[in-house]
């Protein structure tokens, strides 16, 4: 397009939430403007005068741009009024632009529009935005959508100069619709300032009330109420198995990072081929209300591939042996898990449905790095279990119930040596005696003992074991050692 005159295009997303947005000056030049958003863009609007069209181009997969450079810088603090943007009142409009944030007129009872005046209502000699009348009663009450002003994320405190005539209560939304604060007028027709904070932030604020006057619109990306949000800590040990979200360690959406840290994990992002990175989106992409991983694209010609990184001493001395990835694809989906020595050792295939699934990946020796190859993929949360530690194959059958006796005769040397009298209900073969060392850390003890009783809860190993177990215990200690 070109055009004459400044020009703002911003990107609406079926929610009629700003999520993309491009500030032009006047060149006179055919330019290209480009608008993305990874939950699509339903609604276009253009502000600004004699602008001429020549070509729409739209793209249904969508891939960050490979060096994005903004077109408009934004504070992560600031302030912006009606008198700062418009050189003249206007009246009678659907909506008022200020720059990142806008205002939309109100709809009454009967479905006719209440329009909204740019005038000086407050009568300061600045000029305001006016809202006649925004009723408890409207289909549609006036609004202020703010979604535009701190990037992916939301403003976590406003603060709005206002002043009015009747009655005026604010009411602060979050992106999902969410009420997650409120602010009152006093009925002073004087200005005054109403805070409205939020830690998961601010997506659009509604007015209630009528002969409304808005001076000023300030806001903070980053603190509420002038006090630093607390940095979230994570524990440097990792327990032996559990779960880790996205959820809980970020609060925000995010685009574009080169890397994840979820306190005792990495998730990194994939490297095209000519070296361009593609970025990790961190959105609701399942589609749960929780926030996700979004992988755009990690292909098999990649020149680094989306991973989930492990330290090497994640479970104590080792990597974890058992990872599950719970994941939705829209592409393909092929999981490649690697040992600490960099050696593939298993792989993982997702299942041709978008639905969420959970795809498994073990190996004895321990798992740390995973390897993402497909597109479109958004993972919901990763397991671990530590306990699993090079588990041999099982070699004992288990068999019927049975009963045992016990009894222990104390020796010269006080060290008592169990005799066993197994009673089956059926006749058990004997198995030869194994390797106790089951937990493969070179040394029998308890560990050992432990893992056996885990697996004969599991059906894994014949019970029978246990009592050999005990007998080579009590052989092997040294004098005054036997218990």
Known sequence: LKHTGPLTVRALNGGDMVVDNELSTSSGQIRVLQLNHPS????????????????????CSFTPPPTPVPTIVIPETGCLSADTLFSASALSLQTVHLGPVFFRQAIDEATSPVPLDVVDCSGNGSLDVSIPWSGANAVLPARMDVSGLCGPSFPRSLSLTVSHMDVCILHAFDKSGNEVDSATASESGNSQVLDLN?????????FEGSLICVEEVCWDCENIGGMETPTPTFTPVPPPAGCVFVQGILENEGFGFDEIDLGSLIVSQ????????????VVDCLMNTRLDIAIPWSGTDALERAAIQFDVNFCIHHPPQVIEISLAHQDSCLLHGFDQFGNEVVTATATSSSELQVLTLEHPDGIQRIEFEGAEICVGGICWDCTKVGLPTPTFTPTATFTETSTFTPTATETPTPTVTPTPIETITPTPTPDFDFNEDLIVNTFDLIEILNRIREGTLDPSILFEFLQFWFDN?????GG
């Open 40 to 59: 699509g863009i339903k609604t276009i609007e253009f502000i600004g005068t004699n602008i001429c069209i020549e070509t729409i181009c739209r793209f």
């Open 198 to 206: 939020a830690l998961p932030g601010i997506a659009y604020v509604e």
């Open 270 to 281: 994939a490297i095209l081929p000519e070296g361009t990175p593609v970025g990790l989106n």
């Open 477 to 481: 200690q040294p004098p005054g050692k």
